[in-house]
Every structure is written in C-alpha cells, then in structure tokens.
C-alpha cells in the first residue's frame, strides 16, 4: 500500500495561489507516476497534471500556463503550485500515484476559489 496524504487546501480569491502538497509512505516513490486529479460538485474526476518519475509532465488545457507539477523524489513528495485561480478550478483536488495497474490516491484537500 501507498499512503498519500494532500495538504495546501483552503479558500482562495481569484487571482490569488495556493501550492498543494502529496506526501507519500513509499521508498520506491521515483518508480511511479505521481497525478493531481480534481472533481468538483455534479461533475466528472478529471485529471490536470502528470509527472513522470524523470520529470516529464503533461496538463489539462484548462490549467496550463497557470499550474505546475513538480516532484522532489528525495522527499517523496509531489507538488501543484496553482497561480491565477478562477472559480472554475474550485474542487476537491486528489493526489494519485500510478504504476501500471497499481493505483493509490489520497483523501483530496478542498480548494474554494471565491470571493
């Protein structure tokens, strides 16, 4: 099993950041694909960053040039500093990490966006 564990969470203006972070209880952390995936209230999870173990990343359109995904394997930890927030990206933000058909995700941290 693998323990991740969100936190960064909260309310937020618009415009305004937040920086969440994934704590996870693996020594083999760099050998997984880590993911922040979001849902929000009557709609579908829908994924919004990847990083690879050596660093590649992929977005969701929605996000890009506004979030990044980063990764410190040291630390086993995975990052999403979120800028230039709208209230669309309000949600439940969730921590995944993938390795073939192996699939762990964290409890989520809620992020409002909002006035």
């Known amino acids: 099993q693998v323990q991740l564990v969100e936190s960064g969470g909260g309310l937020v203006q618009p415009g305004g950041s937040l920086r969440l972070s994934c704590a996870a209880s693996t020594s083999i952390f760099s050998i997984y694909t880590m993911g922040w995936f979001r849902q929000a209230p009557g709609k579908q999870r829908e994924l919004v960053a990847t990083i690879t173990g050596d660093g590649n990343t992929n977005y969701a359109d929605s996000v890009k040039g506004r979030f990044t995904i980063s990764r410190n394997n040291a630390k086993s930890t995975v990052y999403l500093q979120m800028n230039s927030l709208k209230p669309e990206d309000t949600a439940v933000y969730y921590c995944?990490?993938?390795?073939?058909?192996?699939?762990?995700w964290g409890k989520g941290t809620l992020v409002t966006v909002s006035s």
């Open positions: 995944n990490a993938g390795r073939r058909a192996m699939n762990f």
